[in-house]
């Protein structure tokens, strides 16, 4: 498939000099005549020709006209224009140049000059004209920016700016096109700062996409703070000729963020406030029921009386309970500040043995039967506080299970894990209370058990702190639960 041919307008007053340059390039080029200025411009917006050889002398509009009406037209302005004239004095050569004209050629012209110049001029427009498509399709490029993009001149004058900018600020393109950025968008006591900063772009003070934050002003009259990343723009010779501005409107980033640092000032205080009441509530509650405790421990050494020792032993209960209470509401407080613990090797093996020790006076008032079932010793890479945690399961079976019946603690590999269970013979739990029995004050009614609901909450939040698994089942070999817990094997 053969190219499209470039296309030249010849304009002369004189037929015979028409004929003269359309016999020299016609078989080369598409030709397209004019005998007069005003026809000419004419032909030159209908036409659009690659290049136009122009006469000076013309009566109306001469060459010089023609040719600076073009250069004054955004459009059409590179067309090149060489200028065919009998003119050989240097004045009028030089007003040529002014005009805008790019070359000259003096009548009576010769062919081989006239090709070497045509094809030269063509040259650059295809190169030009080949720029101007690509910086048309950055500029719709830039459309699809999620940010403001401008392009300011060394006056601070947009020369350009893309959708997203001229939608943020609210003025159409045409509008914005040659205003003064500084003066018109920018607050007034923020002026001296940008032009500070500007200013050491162009001298390279500062470095190009240097981070920086300033306001600018909207057609509502709103401030919007922006983040900047701007650039020197250079020519091909690598001289400064403007500024590429980019900008991020962050206001509201920065209103949640002020918003969100004066609620952890307020959620700091809150904490504050919860510390100092745990700290009243283990020291001022603490120490008087400790005192309650040990008067009534001595009261019950001295007292004969049967009536009066029961009486004095409910008290000894419900202080025992209020004192659990403080410890486990203190910890639990303690444990929800906690994001991170340390682990190390620990023999679980070892842990449960104490553990089931540590119980054996509540598990023979009910005439339970602890059995541990050690097949080997095993060993976790967990907190030293999963004692704890055995702790307040296997308190928690003693209280649940009936008298004379038997609770079995179990472990046993799961793949990468231990899996630790602690199962009784009580009454069982409802699916539906399955979740929520590791809640806060949540208990399941049983009215000759003492509990606070505290203990499953803080088994569950150092298990959560291990990033494991905890839950509970029922017993498949007939009533009561299992809760069992994993943990990661020590390799």
């Not at 900063?197 to 981070?211: D, F, N, V």
């Not at 029921?289 to 009536?307: C, N, Q, R």
Request: glycine residues 6%; proline residues 3%; aromatic residues 8%.
């Amino acid at each position: 498939m053969m190219s499209a041919k470039h296309k030249i307008l010849i304009v002369d007053d004189e037929p015979l000099n028409v004929e003269l340059l359309s016999a020299y390039i016609g078989d080369a080029y598409d030709i397209v005549i004019s005998y007069n200025g005003r026809d000419a411009l004419e032909k030159v917006k209908t036409e659009s020709p690659d290049l136009i050889l122009l006469d000076v002398m013309m009566p109306e509009v001469d060459g010089y006209d023609v040719c600076r009406i073009i250069r004054n037209d955004l459009k059409i302005n590179f067309i090149p224009v060489i200028m065919v004239t009998a003119l050989t004095d240097k004045a009028d050569h030089q007003r040529g140049m002014d005009a805008g004209a790019n070359e000259f050629l003096k009548k009576p012209v010769r062919k081989f000059e006239l090709d070497k110049k045509i094809t030269s001029l063509l040259k650059i427009k295809e190169q030009h004209d080949t720029l101007l498509t690509e910086k048309n399709k950055a500029y719709q490029y830039l459309d699809y920016v999620g940010v403001l993009v401008a392009v300011l001149d060394l006056e601070y004058k947009i020369t350009h700016i893309n959708k997203k900018g001229s939608d943020f600020l609210g003025h159409s393109f045409e509008r914005l096109i040659g205003k003064k950025w500084v003066e018109s968008f920018v607050p007034h006591y923020s002026v001296k700062d940008i032009q500070q900063h500007y200013e050491g772009l162009i001298s390279g003070a500062k470095k190009a996409y240097e981070y920086c934050e300033f306001p600018v002003i909207i057609n509502t009259g709103e401030e919007r703070l922006l983040k900047w990343y701007d650039s020197p723009l250079l020519d091909a010779s690598g001289n400064i000729i403007g500024i590429i501005i980019s900008g991020e409107d962050i206001t509201d980033i920065k209103e949640a963020g002020q918003q969100l640092k004066e609620y952890a000032e307020e959620l700091k205080c809150s904490n504050d406030l919860k510390d100092l009441f745990m700290d009243v509530m283990r020291h001022d509650l603490l120490n008087p029921a400790g005192l309650i405790k040990s008067f009534v421990g001595m009261l019950l050494e001295k007292e004969t009386d049967d009536g009066k020792r029961q009486l004095l032993s409910n008290v000894n209960i419900s202080t025992d309970k209020l004192i659990n209470l403080i410890e486990d509401a203190a910890h639990l407080a303690k444990l929800e500040y906690v994001d991170d613990i340390s682990f190390v090797k620990i023999d679980i093996s070892s842990m449960l043995q104490d553990t089931v020790y540590n119980f054996i006076a509540p598990a023979k008032e009910k005439d339970i039967d602890i059995k541990l079932q050690l097949k080997t010793d095993s060993y976790a890479i967990a907190n030293p506080m999963m004692e704890r945690v055995f702790a307040n399961l296997l308190s928690n079976s003693i209280k649940y299970s009936p008298k004379g019946s038997t609770i079995t603690i179990d472990f046993a590999n799961h793949g990468d894990k231990l899996k630790i269970s602690f199962i009784d013979q009580g009454d069982g739990i409802p699916n539906s209370s399955k979740t929520s029995v590791f809640e806060r004050f949540k208990r399941l009614h049983k009215e000759d058990i003492r509990g606070n609901g505290i203990g499953l909450a803080i088994v569950k939040r150092i298990v959560n702190l291990h990033k494991e698994d905890i839950a509970v089942e029922d017993n498949p070999e007939g009533k009561g639960s299992i809760f069992w817990l994993t943990l990661k094997k020590e390799v």
